[in-house]
C-alpha cells in the first residue's frame, strides 16, 4: 500500500515539475480578454472539476469583488442533460444546450481526460463552427480535442491513468482561481 501510495505521489510530483505554464499563460489572456460568457463541460470526475471551476472562477472571485465572469457549467442541470440523453442521445447532451447560445465572443472550456468523449467533441464542433474560442484540458495523448483546441492544457500521461489527469486539471482550475486572488492583492 505504501509503495503505491509513494508511487503515485511521485508520478504527480514530475506532471507538477513539467506543468504546462504557457498553456496557463494563454489561457488567462483568453479569459482576461473575453468579454462573453465562459461555458465548462465535462464528463464524471470532469463534470466534477467543470462545476468547481464555476464555483470559483464564478461565485468565488465575484464575492471578493475580484471578477465577475459569466461562467456556466453545462453539466450541472440534471434534468437538462438526461432530457436531451434520452430524447436525442448522449452524444449531444452538449451541443443541444449550446445551440443558438454559444457566440463568436464567448468560451468554450471542454474537459476529457481521453480528449475523445463523442458529447464533448460534438460540443467543440458546434462551438468552433460559432467562432467561439476552445480551451481544452486533456489528458493521455490528448486525443480528437488536444487537436481541436485554440488552447490546450495537456497531461501526458499512460492511457487510464484519470486520478493523475483529473488532479492536474483541478490543480489548473486553482492556479487560475489563486492567480486572481494574488493579482487583486
Known amino acids: 500500500m505504501r509503495g503505491f501510495i509513494k508511487e503515485y505521489t511521485k508520478k504527480l510530483i514530475i506532471l507538477l515539475n513539467n506543468i504546462d505554464t504557457n498553456a496557463i499563460v494563454k489561457i ?43 461562467v456556466e ?6 434534468p437538462v442533460c438526461t432530457a436531451i440523453a434520452n430524447d436525442i442521445g448522449y452524444d449531444n447532451v452538449f451541443s443541444m444546450q449550446l445551440k443558438d447560445r454559444i457566440t463568436k465572443n464567448d468560451i468554450l472550456i471542454a474537459i476529457s481526460c481521453s480528449g475523445n468523449s463523442k458529447n464533448i467533441l460534438n460540443a467543440v464542433k458546434y462551438a468552433k463552427k460559432q467562432g467561439s474560442t476552445i480551451i481544452g484540458a486533456t489528458g493521455f495523448d490528448g486525443g480528437k480535442l488536444k487537436k481541436k483546441s485554440d488552447i490546450n492544457f495537456h497531461v501526458q500521461t499512460a492511457i487510464n491513468e484519470y486520478g493523475l489527469v483529473e488532479d492536474m486539471h483541478m490543480i489548473l482550475d486553482h492556479i487560475i482561481y489563486s492567480y486572481y486572488i494574488k493579482k487583486a492583492k
Open 28 to 70: 488567462i489572456k483568453a479569459l482576461e480578454k473575453t468579454r462573453g460568457k465562459i461555458y465548462i463541460i465535462g464528463n464524471g470526475g470532469s463534470a466534477a472539476t467543470a462545476s468547481h471551476m464555476v464555483n470559483d472562477l464564478g461565485i468565488g472571485l465575484k464575492r471578493r469583488g475580484i471578477r465577475s465572469f459569466d
Open 73 to 78: 457549467s453545462l453539466n450541472d442541470n440534471t
